[in-house]
T-cell receptor, first 110, second 114 residues
């Protein structure tokens, strides 16, 4: 069966520090992968999606970036975090007719 | 640009009540609509998916309807239980883009008390 992992589960970082969140999928090959952010009081916002290794599409201009170095690995990064980057980050992949979500990473930028 | 709205934003009801959660979208050219459940601090779980050609889908005590022409969907929860407490999100896949790209509403936070 397919499984999606995210880590870390929780992260507290100072403003201006770098960020690296990792997402890996097991049990499927060549999945479409997605990064979403859920900020307090707001809906899920699609940040990036990827249809293959090295292929990244950005949905919202920001100081975040994404990379897909391997088929089942999706990384969200930042060189310098802002306070507004705080939120709940969810990775997802597309299965049959629906998306499957990881457990999420809660990021607090202080 | 597709926008998805959910009302109410929050709902608190006693156990046993039948509930209706509402979702509206501005562009009727959708590929499908999904309802998800999110428990606090967790990821999302898909509950029901309705294709654009369908009118409704049912799973257990849940029934979702779709009226594409009016841009509306409802999620009906029968005989609510405390375990139904969660945030419910609807999301649409637009047929004019990558059908995997979902546009989410802001959710309805449901609390069912004993």
């Amino acid at each position: 069966s397919q499984t999606i992992h995210q880590w870390p589960a929780t992260l507290v970082q100072p403003v201006g520090s770098p960020l690296s969140l990792e997402c890996t999928v097991e049990g499927t090959s060549n999945p479409n992968l997605y990064w979403y952010r859920q900020a307090a009081g707001r809906g899920l916002q699609l940040l990036f999606y990827s249809v293959g290794i090295g292929q990244i599409s950005s949905e919202v201009p920001q100081n975040l970036s994404a990379s897909r170095p391997q088929d089942r690995q999706f990384i969200l990064s930042s060189k310098k975090l802002l306070l507004s980057d705080s939120g709940f980050y969810l990775c997802a992949w597309t299965g049959v007719e629906t998306q499957y979500f990881g457990p999420g990473t809660r990021l607090l930028v202080l | 640009k597709q926008e998805v709205t959910q009302i109410p934003a929050a709902l608190s009801v006693p156990e046993g009540e039948n509930l209706v959660l509402n979702c509206s979208f501005t562009d009727s050219a959708i590929y499908n609509l999904q309802w998800f459940r999110q428990d606090p601090g967790k990821g999302l779980t898909s509950l029901l998916l309705i294709q654009s050609s369908q009118r409704e889908q049912t799973s257990g005590r849940l029934n979702a309807s779709l009226d594409k022409s009016s841009g509306r969907s409802t999620l009906y929860i029968a005989a609510s239980q405390p375990g139904d407490s969660a945030t419910y999100l609807c999301a649409v896949a637009s047929s004019s883009y990558n059908t995997d790209k979902l546009i989410f509403g802001t959710g309805t936070r449901l609390q069912v008390f004993p």
